[in-house]
């Protein structure tokens, strides 16, 4: 079935509620938008949410690639061959994962319509359902709390605590956390390479006994051998987050021994669902969990990586509420949230539709 238009656009969409982070503050979010439609009137859709300070790519940047007459001349291409057309973008647009997930994403959506089945159930479906965290910015203690309690009415059972600011407002907040949850919720942190060495051994010692799931990319980039003056169980719970974009960087963090016991894969960071699966592979071999992450993205982006997620037998955690905290979205459907617990329905591609 060939492609016969490529239609990219751009928006830009509120949060319900500013938030923070160890490098800024947000209250809105560009995304990129992606229509591929088939010649039987299939449309796929795709979307990008790319960080610039993560990634080196812009919003802005990512819609300027996907209006070059490079995309125009896929009009034509055979939507079967959406594996080979994703690899020739990645040849064209080496480094810009924005770029590239946006092309994945939508591909695997046309292909998944065109095919008559969910995109997890083209890859084998591992994984039926999974709890995913919701985010609680850098904010005080109270106001901490009041969100915790906020987000435990709605069922969640799973919290990821935003630290990296102010090291010991942070251990009170997880203590507090603690005291209030610990037999209600599970408890992460996101330190977004917050902590000096020294800091983060002080957050270990001084929360042991809250029992913190784990820790994602406590330390700087280019910092990660660092922790290996961790023991072989603290470093089980680090997650690799911003260091890890790709497979490149996922052997090397693979090699023993190992700063991390935990991959944390965001499609924003490494291109798409093939992208996503290089690195998964790479983590299966070396023993490693399955974290998948996400930016504030659209429902299209994050449903992706929900089936991309449970697709893969070694993911163990989700923290895929990205969509949650925008005050409008493009589509509707995709994924199935229930009391906290994500899962997959049985529509075809990835199961969302353009809202009228």
Same mark, same amino acid.
């Given at each position: %079935?060939?492609?016969?238009?490529?239609?990219?656009?751009?928006?830009?969409?509120?949060?319900?509620?500013?938030?923070?982070?160890?490098?800024?503050?947000?209250?809105? $979010?560009?995304?990129?938008?992606?229509?591929?439609?088939?010649?039987?009137?299939?449309?796929?859709?795709?979307?990008?949410? @790319?960080?610039?300070?993560?990634?080196?790519?812009?919003?802005?940047?990512?819609?300027?690639?996907?209006?070059?007459?490079?995309?125009? $001349?896929?009009?034509?291409?055979?939507?079967?061959?959406?594996?080979?057309?994703?690899?020739?973008?990645?040849?064209?647009?080496?480094?810009? @994962?924005?770029?590239?997930?946006?092309?994945?994403?939508?591909?695997?959506?046309?292909?998944?319509?065109?095919?008559?089945?969910?995109?997890?159930?083209?890859?084998?479906?591992?994984?039926?359902?999974?709890?995913?965290?919701?985010?609680?910015?850098?904010?005080?203690?109270?106001?901490?709390?009041?969100?915790?309690?906020?987000?435990?009415?709605?069922?969640?059972?799973?919290?990821? $605590?935003?630290?990296?600011?102010?090291? +010991?407002?942070?251990?009170?907040?997880? &203590?507090?956390?603690?005291?209030?949850?610990?037999?209600? %919720?599970?408890?992460?942190?996101?330190?977004?390479?917050?902590? =000096?060495?020294?800091?983060?051994?002080?957050?270990?010692?001084?929360?042991?006994?809250?029992? $913190?799931?784990?820790?994602?990319? @406590?330390?700087?980039?280019?910092?990660?051998?660092?922790?290996?003056?961790?023991?072989?169980?603290?470093?089980?719970?680090?997650?690799?987050? +911003?260091?890890?974009? =790709?497979?490149?960087?996922?052997?090397?963090?693979?090699?023993?021994?190992?700063?991390?016991?935990?991959?944390?894969?965001? &499609? %924003?960071?490494?291109?798409?669902?093939?992208?996503?699966? +290089?690195?998964?592979?790479?983590?299966?071999?070396?023993?490693?969990?399955?974290?998948?992450?996400?930016?504030?993205?659209?429902?299209?982006?994050?449903?992706?990586?929900?089936?991309?997620?449970?697709?893969?037998?070694?993911?163990?955690?989700?923290?895929?509420?990205?969509?949650?905290?925008?005050?409008?979205?493009?589509?509707?459907?995709?994924?199935?949230?229930? =009391?906290?617990? %994500?899962?997959?329905?049985?529509?075809?591609?990835?199961?969302?539709? &353009?809202?009228?």
């Amino acid at each position: %079935m060939k492609i016969t238009a490529i239609r990219p656009y751009l928006k830009k969409l509120p949060l319900t509620k500013p938030y923070t982070i160890a490098y800024g503050t947000f209250s809105d $979010v560009e995304l990129v938008f992606l229509e591929i439609e088939l010649a039987n009137g299939i449309v796929g859709l795709g979307s990008a949410s @790319p960080a610039e300070d993560v990634v080196g790519e812009t919003p802005q940047q990512t819609l300027t690639n996907l209006q070059s007459p490079y995309f125009q $001349v896929l009009t034509g291409r055979d939507v079967r061959h959406f594996r080979q057309i994703i690899h020739e973008v990645a040849q064209q647009y080496p480094h810009l @994962p924005g770029t590239l997930a946006a092309v994945d994403i939508a591909l695997h959506d046309a292909f998944g319509k065109y095919v008559g089945i969910p995109v997890v159930d083209f890859y084998g479906r591992k994984i039926k359902s999974l709890p995913t965290s919701v985010t609680i910015g850098i904010k005080g203690v109270q106001a901490t709390l009041e969100e915790a309690k906020g987000y435990y009415g709605l069922g969640f059972k799973v919290i990821k $605590v935003k630290t990296g600011l102010n090291l +010991e407002e942070d251990i009170e907040r997880l &203590m507090k956390l603690d005291e209030i949850y610990r037999h209600k %919720m599970t408890i992460r942190v996101d330190a977004n390479q917050g902590y =000096d060495l020294n800091q983060l051994k002080t957050f270990i010692a001084k929360t042991a006994s809250a029992k $913190v799931e784990l820790i994602e990319q @406590p330390l700087p980039v280019g910092q990660e051998n660092e922790l290996l003056s961790l023991t072989p169980e603290q470093r089980t719970s680090l997650a690799a987050d +911003e260091c890890l974009h =790709d497979a490149k960087a996922a052997l090397a963090l693979a090699c023993d021994p190992k700063p991390f016991g935990i991959f944390n894969i965001k &499609m %924003m960071k490494c291109g798409g669902l093939l992208g996503a699966f +290089e690195i998964a592979n790479i983590a299966q071999q070396a023993d490693i969990k399955l974290f998948w992450g996400c930016n504030d993205e659209s429902i299209i982006s994050i449903t992706a990586a929900l089936h991309a997620a449970f697709a893969c037998p070694n993911t163990h955690y989700i923290d895929l509420d990205g969509s949650f905290d925008l005050a409008e979205d493009l589509v509707t459907g995709g994924f199935i949230l229930e =009391d906290g617990e %994500m899962s997959i329905g049985e529509g075809v591609g990835f199961g969302y539709s &353009m809202l009228s």
